[in-house]
C-alpha cells in the first residue's frame, strides 16, 4: 500500500523560507503515469494547488505562487520537496503531498499524506 | 483562471436521503472534473474523476454527471460516513497549470 509522509517545521517565521518533504513508501517515485504535487488547505477553509512534479524533475506551479516556489524531487531516496520563500500569515495552512495519477483506471489525487499544519508566526 | 463555485455551502439531509451538490466553472473544462470527500482532521479521498468515473473502491450510491460548466453529485441513500465536506476540482490543463478547486459543501445531518 502507497503511503506518503510529510515532514518538516511547524513554525516559520514570517518572510522565511518554509520547507518540507514527502516521503514515499510502499511504491515507486520514478513510476510513468504518476505526478507528485503539493497542496494545501488554511485553516477552515478549501484547497489549493500548490505545484506538482514528474519524477524526470519536470515541474508544473499554481500561477498564483510561481514567484516563490520550489518543488524538486529525489528519486534515490523516494522524496520530494517544496520550498516556499517570503512567507507570510497567508501562508500558514496544513500542506499535504498527494499523487496524480494521470490516466489508466484513475485520473485523480488517489493517495494523500495525513497532512502537516504550518504556521507562520514571529 | 478558472473558478469553481460549489452549491449550497451547506446542505442537511437526513440519514437515508439523498444530497445534490453542484459544481460551476467559469469556463468549460470538458469532463476534466474530480469531487473529493474530506472529513475532519483527514485528508481528502478521492471519489470521481472524469466527472462521472467512480474511483476504486467507492460505493455505488455516489455519482457524478455533467459537463463543460455545470457538475453534480449526488450521494443516494446517505450513510452516517458520508457527512462530510465535498470539493470539486478542475484539471482543465495539461500539463498541470492553475488547477483549482471550489470551496466545499459541507454535507451535515438534519
Known amino acids: 500500500q502507497l503511503q506518503l509522509q510529510e515532514s518538516g517545521p511547524g513554525l516559520v517565521k514570517p518572510s522565511e523560507t518554509l520547507s518540507l518533504t514527502c516521503t514515499v513508501s510502499?511504491?515507486?517515485?520514478?513510476?510513468?503515469?504518476?505526478?507528485w504535487a503539493w497542496i494545501r488547505q488554511p485553516p477552515g477553509k478549501g484547497l489549493e494547488w500548490i505545484g506538482s512534479i514528474f519524477y524526470s524533475g519536470s515541474t508544473y506551479y499554481n500561477p498564483s505562487l510561481k514567484s516563490r516556489v520550489i518543488i524538486s524531487v529525489a528519486t534515490s531516496k523516494r522524496q520530494f520537496s517544496l520550498r516556499l520563500s517570503s512567507v507570510t500569515a497567508a501562508d500558514t495552512a496544513t500542506y499535504y503531498c498527494?499523487?496524480?495519477?494521470?490516466?489508466?483506471?484513475?485520473?485523480?489525487?488517489?493517495?494523500w499524506g495525513k497532512g502537516t499544519l504550518v504556521t507562520v508566526s514571529s | 483562471e478558472i473558478v469553481m463555485t460549489q452549491s449550497p455551502a451547506t446542505l442537511s439531509v437526513s440519514p437515508g436521503g439523498r444530497a445534490t451538490l453542484s459544481c460551476r466553472a467559469s469556463?468549460?473544462?470538458?469532463?476534466?472534473l474530480a469531487w473529493y470527500q474530506q472529513k475532519p482532521g483527514q485528508a481528502p479521498r478521492l471519489l470521481i474523476f472524469g466527472a462521472s468515473t467512480r474511483a476504486t473502491g467507492i460505493p455505488a450510491r455516489f455519482s457524478g454527471s455533467g459537463s463543460g460548466t455545470e457538475f453534480t453529485l449526488t450521494i443516494s441513500s446517505l450513510q452516517s460516513e458520508d457527512f462530510a465536506v465535498y470539493y470539486c476540482h478542475q484539471y482543465n490543463n495539461w500539463p498541470p497549470g492553475a488547477w483549482t478547486f471550489g470551496q466545499g459543501t459541507k454535507v451535515e445531518i438534519k
Open positions: 510502499g511504491g515507486s517515485i520514478s513510476s510513468s503515469g504518476y505526478y
Open positions: 469556463q468549460s473544462v470538458s469532463s476534466s
Open positions: 498527494a499523487r496524480w495519477a494521470e490516466g489508466g483506471t484513475t485520473m485523480g489525487f488517489d493517495y
